[in-house]
């Protein structure tokens, strides 16, 4: 189980109290009352996630992006430009000193990236997509990165869980067609 934190930088074993309330209600392993809802919204605030009505993924299926991809946040993609003699990138890679170390390592592996759109010199719209082991749950979950929050309203997002298992990799590749397959941007 998960170790509440009482300071920033104590050890946890495997998740937060509040990285567990987000994973539980997005595998739908937790019932739904209303105090654990406010939990649930306040811990998604605490990461500094922001709700947008207007995208096709929900802020929940960021959150949880948001988790298990923070070990491999800067191999993602990233835009970037020139603006007024400065570089302004898309992705904000988080901070590592408020990050509670964890006994139990989550190891993103990258599965394969798709460039959705490769029209001319320098517009490519890259989607990197990873599976990550989820100690406890027992399940994995399976991510698309983009390389701005332009196209899904987030830079990272999960797309779903698939159990483990010998075929978990098919499996994984499959939920990517489904989902991911034939988008257009």
Known sequence: ???TLKSPHQQV???TSDEHAILSK???TWRRKTRQTKALNAAMARMEV???PS???RRIDAAVANIVLRPVERQLPQWAAVYRDRVVFAREYHEDAGTAPRMVS???VWMFTINWADSGPGFSWPEQYRVTYLP???RYVVTASADSPEAWGYCDFALGSIPTGPAASERACRLVGK???GRQR
């Open 55 to 57: 995208v096709p993924y």
């Open 1 to 3: 189980m998960s170790i």
């Open 136 to 138: 406890i749950f027992d």
């Open 179 to 181: 989902i991911g397959g």
């Open 13 to 15: 074993e495997t998740f």
């Open 26 to 28: 997005w595998l739908r």
């Open 50 to 52: 922001e709700e947008d």
């Open 106 to 108: 989550l190891l993103p």
